[in-house]
């Protein structure tokens, strides 16, 4: 009965790690869809409008919140602003930041942009606390400014 009770409790501790593992991987699962109602925007500047080389784009987010990166909260995420990027990275892995895609990590809701003279877009992707867009992604709608 001893042997019996023994090989119980170390089948139960190897068992152990792996249903942690799923049950981690089922949260992390869930934290990353995203309610139906979530949109993603940019204020200002308005599509079609004419900027100076330099300029502040203000983000917008509803039916979520924003939280830096490595901050793992349900319904929340944080922005990567694209610049003149005309197919989307691979939504389903971190976007890459490059000069194009532009990480705002520590949760900001605007920046400012300097861009050359010109016609230009711009689209908004949520991420999750790891850079991730969320199983349905949220992405703002592609606006154009004109740099003058």
């Not at 942690?20 to 308005?46: D, G, N, R």
């Not at 922005?79 to 490059?98: F, Q």
């Amino acid at each position: 009965m001893i042997k019996a009770n023994s090989l119980l409790f170390a089948s139960a501790l190897m068992l152990s790690p792996l249903l942690h593992a799923a049950e981690h991987e089922a949260k992390t699962e869930a934290a990353e869809k995203t309610p139906q109602q979530a949109k993603l925007y940019i204020i200002s500047p308005k599509d079609g409008e004419k900027v100076p080389q330099t300029f502040t784009v203000k983000f917008g987010l509803s039916g979520m919140g924003v939280a830096p990166a490595g901050v793992q909260r349900d319904n929340t995420g944080h922005h990567h602003l694209l610049i003149d990027v005309d197919d989307m990275p691979d939504l389903s892995k971190p976007l890459p930041a490059t000069k194009n895609i532009v990480h705002f990590g520590g949760g900001q809701t605007e920046t400012q942009v300097t861009l050359p003279p010109g016609k230009h877009t711009l689209q908004l992707v949520l991420g999750n606390y790891m850079h991730v867009p969320h199983e349905n992604p949220i992405v703002s709608k592609k606006i154009t400014v004109v740099v003058e």
